[in-house]
């Protein structure tokens, strides 16, 4: 893998300053979302362990009802974020594993080859440390709950640790991260699934035919959309597949291509200035709130769809979804929490064990394995203190963990114990990882600088 350290240099490969620039658009929101997220955390924390507890669970079992006519349908405030507003948050995932697949760090083997080996070390080898400490089947069906990378508390740990980070090791960081979102799909889909019902799947078929007719009629509007999104979604519902997959469906389908010529978008782009400048040369300000929506227009036809989509729903994701499912999920009553029981102690146990000494050791050996047969080489820039700390940064787990731990555990008891082992385990791989680092990155320039030894 052999990828340019810095965008600015001459002879860059375009694919990596595709990548870098993708890079920099992640880095300001899923840094600042790291923060809001771990907001949200404190609060469910506090307010679960409140004298204000009930409200807590009374806000959650909120019945929100939605009648049309003689239909009606009623869900709980939990089940509308966990089922229903994560589907928005999968369908980011989905637009982010297309967008990367098609220009990004997982377009070429040669890109994709270190992240994939090192994901897959960080997947299995978690996985093998969790079952072996539950061998109980009833604890055993949560292994995959520390197999996520939660990318937003990630990176912003990582960006707390400021610009002595090489660039490509903050490429190789988001690329595992979204290489683990694929392995997390693929898991929820083959075992957190319930028996699979024809008549869904086949509702979700007629969504996804109408997504593919709509993209053939032309029709740009993104609220066009909704509708056979929303047909995607019931069907995935009434199928027994999680709904939520939906959206990783929808994301895979939204167009790489720009809809139009791009010779001729440049040319709208200029009649459309053209036209500015000379409304405000004649001081037309009635015919110019027209012109400015002219430019909106012409300057979104620029962008494929699916670079687009994703930027318009990155930020709501970033900052309203994610929160609210740390809202709902991470609120952990320790007074309700019966960590004597040797069930309790063995899944928080090994989930802690799993993400911070599994992430480590899995994604250091897959990588180490890759480069040690030849199949693969490090990035230009980074060494094997710096994938230590990506190992570091991969224990924090959060948002994708405890969603998979929600799937996993019907029992109350174990699930607050996912989710308490899940809490502690991104916690110490967070200040692990800001301990470590930068005593990592200073050996790592110490060690390129002859003049500072």
Request: proline fraction near 5%.
């Amino acid at each position: 893998m052999a990828l340019s350290p810095a965008p600015a240099r001459a002879g860059s490969p375009p694919v990596a300053d595709k990548i870098l620039s993708a890079l920099d658009r992640f880095l300001h929101i899923e840094a600042l979302s790291g923060i809001v997220l771990l907001i949200a955390t404190a609060v469910a924390l506090i307010w679960a362990n409140s004298p204000a507890v009930h409200s807590y669970h009374e806000f959650l079992e909120t019945q929100v009802a939605l009648s049309i006519g003689a239909f009606s349908v009623s869900e709980s405030v939990h089940f509308l974020i966990n089922d229903g507003l994560m589907t928005i948050f999968f369908l980011v995932v989905g637009l982010e594993i297309r967008r990367e697949i098609h220009e990004g760090a997982l377009a070429t083997m040669r890109l994709a080859a270190l992240p994939l080996a090192a994901a897959f070390g960080g997947v299995m080898v978690p996985a093998l440390i969790y079952v072996a400490i539950n061998t109980d089947p009833a604890l055993r069906v949560g292994w995959a709950v520390p197999t996520a990378t939660d990318i937003a508390f990630a990176v912003g740990v990582l960006a707390l640790l400021g610009k002595s980070v090489p660039p490509n090791l903050r490429i190789l960081l988001l690329a595992l991260a979204v290489i683990d979102d694929i392995a997390a799909v693929i898991v929820i889909a083959l075992f957190y699934s319930e028996g699979v019902r024809g008549s869904g799947l086949l509702i979700a078929a007629l969504g996804i035919v109408l997504v593919t007719l709509f993209q053939r009629a032309g029709i740009r509007s993104a609220f066009a959309y909704v509708l056979p999104g929303a047909v995607v979604w019931i069907g995935a519902l009434y199928s027994g597949v999680h709904p939520t997959l939906a959206g990783v469906v929808l994301g895979l389908m939204t167009p790489v291509q720009l809809l139009r010529n791009r010779e001729q978008a440049r040319t709208d782009v200029a009649r459309a200035f053209d036209e500015l400048g000379a409304r405000l040369s004649a001081n037309d300000t009635k015919h110019l709130p027209g012109t400015l929506r002219l430019m909106r227009d012409v300057q979104r036809e620029l962008l494929p769809p699916v670079t687009r989509v994703q930027l318009a729903l990155h930020p709501w994701v970033a900052f309203g979804i994610m929160p609210l499912f740390a809202l709902a999920n991470a609120g952990v009553s320790f007074s309700d929490l019966d960590v004597s029981s040797a069930a309790a102690q063995s899944v928080a146990g090994g989930i802690v064990a799993a993400l911070v000494l599994g992430k480590i050791l899995g994604i250091f050996s897959g990588s180490w394995l890759l480069v040690r047969t030849g199949l693969g080489e490090l990035p230009a820039g980074v060494n094997w203190r710096g994938i230590t700390l990506v190992g570091c940064l991969g224990g924090i787990g959060f948002t994708m963990a405890i969603f998979v731990a929600g799937l996993a555990f019907g029992d109350p008891q174990l699930l607050g114990a996912a989710k308490l082992g899940v809490l502690v385990a991104s916690g110490l791989a967070g200040v692990i990882a800001l301990c470590l680092g930068p005593w990592l990155l200073r050996t790592r320039a110490a060690a390129s600088d002859p003049a500072a030894a």
